[in-house]
Nanobody, 119 residues
Framework: QVQLVESGGGLVQPGGSLRLSCTASGSIFGINLMGWIRQAPGKEREMVAEIIRVGITKYADSVKGRFTVSRDNARNTVYLQMNNLKPEDTAVYYC?????????????WGLGTQVTVSS
């Protein structure tokens, strides 16, 4: 099993910044993809950003140019730098991890961290 622990959420004003972190532990051998998915109240989960082990990234259109995903493979940690935050970014942000050859249904998940953007 893989355990994922997120940190860094909180309350921020519109236009502000936050940095989320997620560290993997346990059976971490073979993890390729790590990323962030969010869920706002009453909405479906949405992929925000993801990065594979060699550094290729993918972003939701709604966050391109504002969010940056990165990872430190030696620390088994993925980061999400969020700049110019908007009220519509308010959601619970979950970290996910996927091993080589696995399907999305086999992803590991963290418990989530709340991000609230409000004045």
């Amino acid at each position: 099993q893989v355990q994922l622990v997120e940190s860094g959420g909180g309350l921020v004003q519109p236009g502000g910044s936050l940095r989320l972190s997620c560290t993997a532990s346990g059976s971490i051998f073979g993890i390729n993809l790590m990323g962030w998915i969010r869920q706002a109240p009453g909405k479906e989960r949405e992929m925000v950003a993801e990065i594979i082990r060699v550094g290729i990234t993918k972003y939701a259109d709604s966050v391109k140019g504002r969010f940056t995903v990165s990872r430190d493979n030696a620390r088994n940690t993925v980061y999400l730098q969020m700049n110019n935050l908007k009220p519509e970014d308010t959601a619970v942000y979950y970290c996910n991890a996927r091993k080589y050859g696995a399907i999305p249904g086999d992803d590991y998940w963290g418990l989530g961290t709340q991000v609230t953007v409000s004045s």
